[in-house]
């Protein structure tokens, strides 16, 4: 069988309460799509139902697929996992409250077709329309840290930290099989990693809103993400695109 031409990874960690509409609307928009797809999630160790709401619906619907990965590792993990295992043209690792409309791939499908093989949904952009807001406490820190990024890491990107990424497959397996951190510093090591490898990535506006529930403890997980930003800027080029078993 052919490769579908999309595949949504959705990492998912205790998501009972807001699984089940996420699976219906990715399968009421992609249902009416004219290109092949399927999705995949990828639950992390999750201790609540999520997994047999997961299990359930791909029961009826067959081109969605549950990964249940055992014990939890964290959402580096399962995306990695995801992104590695998964096979499509194209894999878009997508949040599980689709805080960015699924319909947003259209605008990275744009950014694609015009020659980059890696389209990041953004934030901040002039361009983008933020529909809800995060608390201005979470907002001003998600600023400050992405500051931080773009100083020592990816400069120029506004928001490494939009879980909504798209990426054709050749360069997911690149980059992702380098990738070492199982935390929420993923996102900006998987960026690092494909700048160092001379991808082209483009950033996106869209359209987004905040959900209620973040896994993310900001002074907790902040202070790590830090610490891992400066462990991977002291790593060099060469450390960063060490393949992750010969690490």
């Not at 360069?171 to 960026?191: H, M, W, Y």
């Not at 490898?197 to 403890?217: D, T």
Request: aromatic share 8%; with cysteine.
């Amino acid at each position: 069988m052919s490769k579908p031409r999309l595949a949504v990874v959705v990492p998912a960690y205790n998501e009972q309460d807001r699984i089940s509409p996420t699976l219906q609307r990715l399968s009421e928009y992609l249902g009416a799509q004219s290109y092949t797809w399927k999705v995949v999630v990828v639950s992390d160790g999750s201790r609540d139902g999520t997994a047999k709401i997961v299990q359930d619906f791909a029961g009826g619907h067959p081109n969605f697929e549950l990964v249940d990965s055992q014990p939890n590792r964290g959402k580096g993990f399962v995306v990695r996992k995801g992104m590695l295992e998964t096979e499509a043209e194209w894999l878009l690792f997508s949040d599980a409250d689709l805080a960015a409309p699924i319909e947003e791939v259209e605008k990275l499908w744009k950014a694609v077709d015009e020659g980059a093989p890696i389209a990041i949904g953004s934030r901040p952009l002039k361009e983008s329309n933020l529909e809800i807001r995060q608390p201005w406490y979470r907002e001003m820190a998600g600023r400050s840290f992405n500051l931080a990024v773009q100083l020592m890491a990816v400069k120029g990107i506004k928001d490494t930290q939009c879980g909504f990424k798209l990426f054709r497959q050749d360069v997911a397996r690149d980059v992702f099989s380098r990738c070492k951190l199982d935390g929420f510093g993923f996102d900006f090591e998987s960026l690092m990693i494909a700048r160092d490898l001379g991808y082209k990535i483009a950033e996106v506006p869209i359209r987004w809103s905040h959900q209620e529930g973040s896994k993310v403890n900001m002074l907790r997980d902040g202070v790590k993400m830090l610490g891992e930003l400066v462990k991977l800027r002291a790593a060099g080029k060469k450390g960063r695109l060490r393949p992750r078993d010969e690490r």
